[in-house]
């Protein structure tokens, strides 16, 4: 307990040792700045202007992000809201309209020999044609609301007939309903079958090429999460 209390005494009288040497050499320090301020004076002035250049450029970087993170969100927002409004149009077609549509589509970004079935009992093949490098597209059209979703079932008939019946090279299932059920979208992971939902078909409706859109397979709004393949 002795031992304890002088190391604590020994320590205080340490600290109060430091501040008053800390005092000393605060007070030297000022001494000096005086006797040398002509000397003093434009160092401080750098030192200070420095700190107030860098201050000013990081508030201007981060007022740079800021402005450009709000930029890239609004116009998320308006490519969103100009979808939407070309897809008010496609969901005002008929099926067999939306079929030619959808054909309209492919020969717009160069596919050739489309032709459009525009009947029941085509084995799921509503659009046929060739994209520009000679491969064979067969594409599934699902003309359905927005707020529905692409059920197993469906996939499954795609699936079955899109390369055995149809020799496709490229399998497209186009839909205007928002979402593949989980099922239904790993599915067509699974079986290389590419799955064109609302905002993906909006997004071709915009002018994106077909190409273009071929790798997103399913991504981008519609469901969350891509399940496995």
Request: net charge positive; glycine share 8%.
């Amino acid at each position: 307990m002795a031992a304890r209390r002088r190391r604590w005494r020994l320590k205080k009288r340490t600290r109060r040792q430091l501040q008053g040497w800390g005092a000393v050499a605060a007070v030297a320090a000022a001494v000096w700045e005086a006797g040398h301020w002509a000397a003093v004076w434009p160092v401080l002035v750098a030192v200070l202007s420095a700190a107030v250049a860098v201050g000013a450029s990081w508030a201007l970087l981060r007022a740079h992000r800021l402005a450009v993170g709000q930029d890239r969100a609004w116009r998320a927002q308006e490519e969103a809201r100009a979808r939407e409004l070309s897809m008010a149009e496609v969901d005002a077609l008929s099926w067999q309209e939306f079929e030619t549509y959808v054909a309209d589509l492919c020969r717009r970004d160069g596919c050739t020999k489309v032709v459009v079935s525009g009947k029941s009992g085509d084995l799921g093949a509503d659009v046929v044609g060739y994209l520009a490098d000679g491969r064979k597209l067969v594409v599934q059209c699902k003309k359905y609301a927005p707020h529905r979703s692409v059920s197993s079932q469906d996939m499954q008939k795609f699936v079955g007939t899109a390369r055995l019946e149809h020799g496709a090279d490229v399998a497209l299932f186009v839909t205007t309903c928002r979402t593949f059920m989980k099922a239904a979208l790993g599915l067509a992971l699974r079986q290389d079958i590419v799955a064109l939902h609302r905002d993906l078909l909006g997004s071709w409706a915009k002018g994106a090429h077909l190409e273009t859109l071929i790798p997103l397979n399913g991504s981008g709004g519609g469901t969350r999460r891509r399940p496995s393949a």
